[in-house]
């Protein structure tokens, strides 16, 4: 191991801002094996301010960082130590972590940097394609959430596909909820031992009529004609082609509130609040979708129209069900014409007694 950089604060922060002086702010591990584990470094500093400093606060720019320190004050003059711990699981390749320290009052701040070059471990098939979906075919997904689709547009994601057995096999998707606006493109017969990706496009502009609001689709891949019953799930929500008023200005939708939560309330209660919608843009703000999540009832109404500036209140009702659950989520979801948040949704929730 060796020290790539060996300096001080002096040359990074104003002199009246100086309390910690490092004897190095910048690490590498050099080359790291991920089969070996977690490895870490010590960073030793110098208190050089003339009264006693703790470290306030802590961030790290990845999960596979964490941090072991004195959270006491440090006095003038003592020394003391910063221990950095990385975990290169999953991590090939070049990696450059930072750990930031925010001490004195705030009035103090240092970067701490860990480098190295993970070799990556031989992986099993069972890690790089965790669900099995039967047959011997495995993928590393089962869920596609797509976010915002444009009417008009498109958005492809992928599945990776691996067929474990000794033989070809022969692959069919079986719909078990179909919105008719999501294309599945996947190979008809895989080799023994091949990958290949299933590509999922959305297409809400499909159709003669224009779909606004949630897309949802399930479906299975039977393998030689068995169906595990394994589902894969796709999720998307359709809203309007705003590219062009994205930069121009236009909508601006503004709900209040986003959140609500209703306390603890018998099953069978139903209760109430009122919501308000702005309009704080310069066009007129248009409602596409209102979408209704278990038991809420709501008097907004798709194709009301917001004028520029002002404010509508309305109202939203969640009927109170326990169906095994300590807590019963409502909410209404919105589609509108907004360049900038084209979906948006108030969620409720009740807290059964």
């Given at each position: 191991m060796t020290v790539l950089v060996a300096w001080s604060l002096w040359a990074q922060e104003p002199e009246e801002a100086l309390s910690f002086v490092f004897e190095e702010t910048v690490w590498d591990?050099?080359?790291?094996?991920?089969?070996?584990?977690?490895?870490?470094?010590?960073?030793?500093?110098?208190?050089?301010?003339?009264?006693?400093?703790?470290?306030?606060?802590?961030?790290?720019?990845?999960?596979?960082?964490?941090?072991?320190?004195?959270?006491?004050?440090i006095r003038s003059g003592e020394q003391s130590e910063f221990v950095v711990t990385f975990d290169p699981d999953g991590k090939g390749g070049r990696v450059d972590k930072v750990v930031t320290l925010v001490y004195d009052g705030g009035k103090g701040r240092v970067d701490l940097h860990i480098k190295g070059r993970v070799k990556a471990r031989p992986r099993t098939v069972e890690e790089d394609y965790p669900y099995d979906l039967?047959?011997?075919?495995?993928?590393?997904?089962?869920?596609?959430?797509?976010?915002?689709?444009?009417?008009?547009?498109?958005?492809s994601m992928t599945i990776?596909?691996?067929?474990?057995?000794?033989?070809?096999?022969?692959?069919?998707?079986?719909?078990?909820?179909?919105?008719?606006?999501?294309?599945?493109?996947?190979?008809?017969?895989?080799?023994?031992?091949?990958?290949?990706?299933?590509?999922?496009?959305?297409?809400?502009?499909?159709?003669?009529?224009?779909?606004?609001?949630?897309?949802?689709?399930?479906?299975?891949?039977?393998?030689?004609?068995?169906?595990?019953?394994?589902?894969?799930?796709?999720?998307?929500v359709a809203v309007d082609d705003l590219r062009r008023e994205k930069r121009l200005g236009g909508a601006v939708c503004s709900l209040s509130p986003v959140y609500h939560n209703f306390g603890s309330q018998r099953a069978g209660a139903v209760c109430t609040m009122e919501f308000t919608i702005t309009n704080e843009g310069s066009a007129p703000l248009h409602m596409r979708a209102v979408e209704l999540r278990a038991g809420t009832?709501?008097?907004?109404?798709?194709?009301?129209?917001?004028?520029?500036?002002?404010?509508?209140t309305r109202?939203?009702?969640?009927?109170?069900?326990?169906?095994?659950?300590?807590?019963?989520?409502?909410?209404?979801?919105?589609?509108?014409?907004?360049?900038?948040?084209?979906?948006?949704?108030?969620?409720?929730?009740?807290?059964?007694?």
């Open positions: 591990f050099g080359r790291i094996n991920e089969q070996d584990g977690a490895i870490t470094h010590t960073f030793r500093f110098r208190n050089e301010a003339d009264h006693s400093v703790a470290i306030e606060r802590v961030y790290t720019s990845c999960g596979c960082t964490s941090t072991s320190y004195s959270r006491r004050p039967g047959g011997g075919l495995r993928a590393d997904a089962t869920y596609k959430s797509y976010g915002n689709v444009p009417l008009g547009g498109s958005k990776a596909l691996v067929n474990t057995t000794e033989e070809v096999v022969e692959l069919e998707v079986r719909w078990l909820e179909e919105s008719g606006l999501l294309e599945v493109d996947m190979p008809r017969y895989l080799e023994q031992g091949g990958k290949a990706l299933a590509t999922l496009t959305y297409l809400p502009g499909r159709g003669a009529e224009s779909h606004y609001g949630t897309m949802r689709d399930r479906f299975t891949v039977a393998v030689n004609g068995t169906d595990t019953g394994r589902e894969i799930v796709a999720t998307g009832s709501c008097d907004l109404e798709v194709g009301e129209v917001i004028a520029a500036g002002d404010t509508i109202t939203l009702s969640l009927r109170v069900t326990s169906e095994g659950f300590d807590s019963h989520f409502g909410g209404v979801l919105l589609v509108v014409n907004d360049p900038a948040k084209p979906s948006q949704e108030l969620r409720v929730v009740a807290e059964v007694e």
